[in-house]
């Protein structure tokens, strides 16, 4: 065998031995997280735990202390992050003496999974419908961004007695093509997989980076805890059945059972969800008033992107400054037309010519 084939074997053998030793890094454990180890990094002295149905579900419920009786606002956060991604908004809703309860969701930040096996969203649903209750809570304001947005209007439609005043930020739930599909495939196949099973610290940075398309640097804390969070030990196969599971259902109906006055908030330089889907959402809520506020600049989590404005624009809707911008869709009901007036038959028509 010549020198230059024994070279081109050679090669060969190595690209198998780095493609195993990197399929079996991927596949393995050895780049996960074990919640134990989240929970050490990341409680803080607000974290609590409560079992809902099963689930270990991680919360905080702040207030202040001297207004036992604070009203209250809930919550709801996105796909792949966590409460703390509230950090910001709970400090001022706390400064302007609201009561502040947010929770991880079903696999997301320190809540754990579900003992029953189950993932889909109607288990955050279930979440969000349940842990008020359980803090004593019956009445409260919600707010809901991305998937936290189409667990919150599914949750205010069936339970519309509960939601004072409702804000949602760049929800999902929206009809989707698998062109338009926030969570579709992208890339080769083999792109695909390995995105399926690790995600490096500078990947996440890369794809937050395009949801927060004004902020830069993005703060570290930020991206390190996104990324930790999402390599949690045992994840990736809850995460997957998750979207496999994911059905968009009957937005129209959900959004029309909605009776709390309702701002939506639509970032326009998303490149996760379409700005204009505001205003279908709008259309659809009718059952109760609603305003739209855009933002030119920002993208999937504004919130993030620019605490300031955002935060100022929610304060005002909750103390009812923006009342008055709130539009309700009517439909007037349906009037059959009249019918058209009776025409000549053909025989008088006939005579009536004769007749001249």
Request: charged fraction near 20%; charge should be neutral; aromatic fraction near 10%.
């Amino acid at each position: 065998m010549s020198l230059i084939y024994k070279m081109l074997a050679g090669f060969a053998v190595l690209l198998v031995v780095v493609a195993g030793g990197a399929y079996f890094v991927l596949s393995s454990s050895l780049l996960e997280a074990p919640l134990e180890e989240l929970e050490a990094k990341y409680k803080t002295p607000a974290s609590r735990w409560i079992d809902i149905d099963g689930i270990r579900v991680h919360y905080f419920d702040e207030a202040p202390a001297d207004a036992p009786n604070a009203p209250v606002v809930v919550l709801s956060h996105a796909s792949f992050m966590s409460l703390r991604s509230w950090d910001s908004l709970a400090a001022q809703l706390l400064g302007k003496g609201y009561r502040v309860i947010r929770m991880d969701y079903l696999n997301a930040g320190l809540t754990g999974f579900d003992s029953k096996g189950i993932n889909n969203m109607d288990r955050n649903v279930q979440i969000l419908t349940d842990l008020p209750g359980r803090l004593g809570v019956s009445r409260y304001d919600l707010i809901g961004t991305s998937s936290g947005g189409q667990v919150g209007f599914i949750h205010a439609g069936q339970h519309p007695e509960r939601i004072g005043r409702f804000i949602l930020i760049n929800s999902g739930g929206m009809p989707r093509t698998p062109q338009s599909d926030p969570n579709r495939g992208r890339g080769s196949s083999i792109q695909q997989w390995i995105t399926q099973q690790y995600r490096s610290r500078s990947q996440w940075e890369k794809d937050l980076g395009r949801n927060i398309p004004s902020l830069r640097p993005l703060p570290a804390d930020f991206v390190e805890m996104v990324y930790d969070m999402n390599r949690r030990a045992g994840g990736r196969p809850a995460a997957r059945e998750y979207l496999k599971n994911f059905r968009t259902g009957s937005t129209a109906d959900y959004l029309a059972a909605v009776k709390a006055p309702t701002m939506i908030l639509q970032g326009m330089s998303n490149p996760t969800l379409v700005h204009t889907e505001a205003e279908i959402q709008s259309y659809w809520m009718t059952g109760a008033p609603t305003m739209i506020r855009k933002y030119p600049k920002f993208g999937h989590y504004p919130y993030i992107e620019s605490p300031d404005e955002v935060e100022a624009d929610i304060l005002k809707f909750l103390a009812g400054e923006y009342d008055t911008d709130l539009r309700q869709t009517i439909r007037a009901p349906y009037v059959a037309p009249a019918p058209a007036p009776a025409t000549a038959t053909a025989p008088a028509a006939a005579a009536a010519v004769e007749s001249l």
